[in-house]
């Protein structure tokens, strides 16, 4: 059974940084495209970022490009999210999930289609 499990968000002032985790399980990390998505109270879902394992393409909504970045540890099967210079506007629940070629992150894809999600994790940008 494929499972993610993602951690830490946290309280962080305006400027600051924040490294979210997301450990797959279940299937390696090689066969899986691994997206990074946020929902802010009274909002939808949207996505942030994706790692496409299969050509190694990243990508980013433009709201967060220059300050987020996407790796991963393929030894680990864990997929990190670097966020820097962090702003109030980025305070959500961060989720993580397999969205398959990262093509809703490339607008092929509806997020409703994806059907594998970690918990969540709250990042709260504030000072």
């Known amino acids: 059974q494929v499972q993610l499990v993602a951690s830490g968000g946290g309280l962080v002032k305006p400027g600051g940084s924040l490294r979210l985790s997301c450990v797959l399980t279940?299937?390696?990390?090689?066969?899986?495209?691994i997206g990074w998505f946020r929902q802010a109270p009274g909002k939808e879902r949207e996505g942030v970022s994706c790692?496409?394992?299969?050509?190694?393409?990243?990508y980013y909504t433009d709201p967060v490009k220059g300050r987020f970045t996407v790796s991963s540890d393929v030894d680990e099967n864990t997929v990190y999210l670097q966020m820097n210079f962090l702003q109030p506007e980025d305070t959500a629940v961060y989720y993580c999930a397999v969205d398959p070629l990262c093509w809703v992150l490339q607008d092929k894809w509806q997020i409703s289609y994806l059907e594998t999600w970690g918990q969540g994790t709250q990042v709260t940008v504030s000072s």
């Open positions: 279940g299937q390696s990390l090689n066969l899986n495209s």
């Open positions: 790692i496409n394992h299969a050509d190694g393409m990243t």
